[in-house]
């Protein structure tokens, strides 16, 4: 082993969490049985660390970790993404997170950067040199508990987090990290349980729910469906919409078994052939009464004609506070909730 994998070894440990600010690294004669290596191999690699900024060698004391100098006046707020392409194919709701991110930043003389988190689009192969350059004066949006493999090391930082998440109950191993954290709570079993409402008030009482990732644990959107339609005694069903599959012909044959009067959909727009209408695309008679969690952006939302609802997150509202929290000097944990609401034919959707 040379000099150059050693020093990428300790670092990869230094930035992963391993190793934090202040502690004592083994001893060079100790390296020297780990890595089976000379000790003049292991003080060219502890030359390359110390050169780096990752360690400090204290003469009779030891070697120490010690992090790259923090830029005070860095005014950069980074939010995660999985993998490279991501931004390409980045549903709706993503896309204007990101928008509204930069637009209430650049307001106030901030800027944004997206920062990838995996070069194999695996939150178990995080790309640790790419997160190296993060340290307790960085502000990172984290949006999805998809990152949570990374959550131990990034609270080790210090760093200022906005986490971003839906009304799921948080599993008890992320709250000693969310906990350090501003959460900003999206309240989809609210917008699951108007949705609900609304269809009700057209007078459906047989409704069903189709979504992707359906039975997927924690599932807010699901969990306010079942819980409104029995609370208003209606009769309800559910659809687990699989990626690779049809999804359209799915939902119609399910309509064709269960006959349902009225539809809570969260279904990629992209999947649905333009030639023909939202409700013809899924076999739905014209005049069922449809209710969408959209996932990416579509004509059907802006035709009037197609007559649809859609669930409406206070997207711009929560950017401003992201924004506006992390960039405070008086930093602290908090949760925030907002709350989603109901887009009808003929309106906008601007908050």
């Known amino acids: 082993m040379k000099k150059n994998e050693i020093f990428r070894k300790i670092r990869q440990e230094i930035i992963s969490g391993k190793w934090h600010e202040g502690d004592k690294l083994p001893t060079e004669f100790e390296y020297t049985e780990i890595f089976r290596v000379s000790r003049d191999t292991i003080r060219a690699a502890f030359k390359q660390l110390e050169d780096a900024g990752y360690i400090e060698r204290v003469k009779s004391k030891g070697t120490f970790v010690h992090l790259p100098e923090v830029d005070e006046n860095n005014r950069i707020i980074s939010i995660l993404v999985p993998c490279d392409n991501y931004l390409r194919y980045a549903g709706i709701h993503f896309q204007q997170l990101l928008f509204d991110l930069i637009a209430e930043a650049a307001r106030v003389g901030w800027g944004v950067v997206p920062v990838i988190f995996s070069k194999t689009n695996s939150n178990e192969d995080i790309w640790w040199e790419n997160l ?19 959550f131990k090391t990034l609270a080790g930082l210090g760093a200022r987090v906005a986490f971003i998440c839906n009304d799921a109950p948080v599993p008890d191993e992320w709250k000693p990290y969310t906990s350090q954290w501003i959460n900003f709570i999206e309240e989809d079993s609210s917008a699951a349980r108007q949705a609900v409402q609304y269809l009700a008030g057209r007078g459906c009482r047989k409704i069903a729910l189709a ?22 005694g209606l009769r309800s069903f559910t659809l687990d919409l699989k990626e690779e599959s049809d999804q359209t012909g799915l939902v119609a044959d ?30 739905l008679p014209q005049d069922m009464p449809v209710v969408s969690v959209p996932v990416h952006n579509s004509t059907f939302y802006s035709d009037p004609k197609e007559n649809l609802v859609s669930v409406k997150y206070r997207i711009r509202t929560m950017a401003h506070d992201i924004v506006k929290y992390l ?7 908090q949760v925030l909730r907002y709350e989603t609401g109901l887009c009808l034919p003929g309106e906008t959707w601007e908050e």
Do not use: T
């Open 132 to 150: 190296a350059k993060f340290n307790r004066n960085s502000r990172i949006v984290v949006n999805h508990g998809w990152y949570a493999p990374y």
């Open 211 to 232: 979504m992707l990732d359906l039975k997927r644990p924690r599932n807010p959107l699901l969990l306010g469906f079942s819980d409104e339609c029995s609370r208003l």
């Open 254 to 283: 399910f309509y064709r078994k269960k006959q349902f009067d009225g539809l809570l959909v969260h279904l990629p727009e992209d999947h649905l052939p333009f030639r023909c209408s939202f409700r013809e695309a899924l076999g």
């Open 327 to 333: 960039i405070d000097p008086q930093y602290r944990p």
